[in-house]
């Protein structure tokens, strides 16, 4: 949809002041980007009053960000209509797409935590506990799949984490797609599923002009640069380093563990 596509500005690896954080990055073809909509919770109904958001997936597009695909969802305004403020609500969005999700379904947010926690709940809720919902950490069951966790977490197409334990001061210990466990907050919202992913795997680069209109440079070897600019630059003729391999800022590049191990982190 062309209301919810902008242009990308890239970034060329560089930070605010400038500086070149992620090597190997710039230059590449102009491209488009789509505005996800990844706080399900934060939807502008939510803000005029409404407790509880519905929509019907009307189509999948391939997103060439992270190799997943996107669900272009139109939102259900009926029980807006007396509100003054329907005509700036967006009507449609694009959510991220998971596995087994199709054509025709209906995705929804319910604000009220209290009505999916009780046991008195309608046949109707409990029959919406499909894949590409949304729902706190604190209402799923343990060892659910999870994706788009608070809006951060397992984005990337194919990725997707699991829900593991659930405290009594209301937190919850998650582990992420990089094997990691985190403690987060149990209102934390999540997507219930697997992001569902092209294939990537049969994806081949053949020229190397794919790579530079993607935004990739070459990449410079440590023994072919200078001392000043890495540690195993320097030396006459060709040289293997003389040392372990390091990053370029020396720190040991395999096999040695660079941080401490810490269960977990609050949120």
């Known amino acids: 949809m062309k209301k919810l596509t902008c242009g990308l500005i890239h970034s ?7 500086k070149i954080v992620s090597f190997c990055r710039g230059g590449g073809r102009k491209q ?4 996800v909509l990844y706080h399900r919770e934060m939807h502008p ?20 960000h992270g190799f997943r695909k996107l669900a272009l969802v ?24 998971t596995v087994n999700m199709r054509c025709g379904q209906r995705v929804f947010f319910r604000k009220n935590l209290a009505l999916l926690r009780s ?5 109707l809720i409990r029959e919406r506990f499909y894949f590409g919902n949304a729902y706190p950490l604190s209402v799923l069951t343990i060892g659910s799949s999870i994706c788009n966790i608070g809006g951060r977490f397992a984005r990337s197409g194919g990725t997707f984490g699991r829900l593991l334990e ?3 001061n209301g937190s919850t210990l998650i582990k992420l797609p990089s094997g990691k466990n985190k403690i987060v907050s149990g209102k934390m919202v999540a997507t219930l599923g697997i992001i569902d992913c092209k294939s990537k795997v049969t994806h081949k680069y053949i020229l190397a002009g794919d790579m530079r209109n993607n935004g990739w440079r070459p990449k ?16 006459e003729g060709k040289s293997s380093g003389g040392r372990p391999s390091v990053t370029p ?8 563990s660079t941080r401490k191990l810490v269960r977990g982190t609050f949120f």
């Not at 410079?220 to 030396?235: E, L, Q, S, T």
């Open 119 to 123: 046991n008195t709940m309608s046949s």
């Open 220 to 235: 410079v070897r440590g023994v072919a640069m200078n001392p000043f600019d890495h540690p195993h630059g320097g030396g």
């Open 166 to 168: 659930k405290h009594s």
């Open 45 to 64: 109904i939510l803000g005029c009053g409404a407790s509880f958001i519905s929509g019907v997936v009307e189509s999948f597009e391939d997103d060439s």
């Open 12 to 18: 060329g690896g560089r930070n605010h002041s400038g």
């Open 249 to 256: 800022w020396a720190k040991p590049a395999h096999g040695v």
């Open 74 to 97: 139109k939102w259900d305004l009926s029980n807006l209509l007396s509100l003054k403020k329907v005509s700036t609500i967006q009507h449609w969005s694009y959510i991220l797409a």
């Open 32 to 35: 488009l980007t789509r505005s």
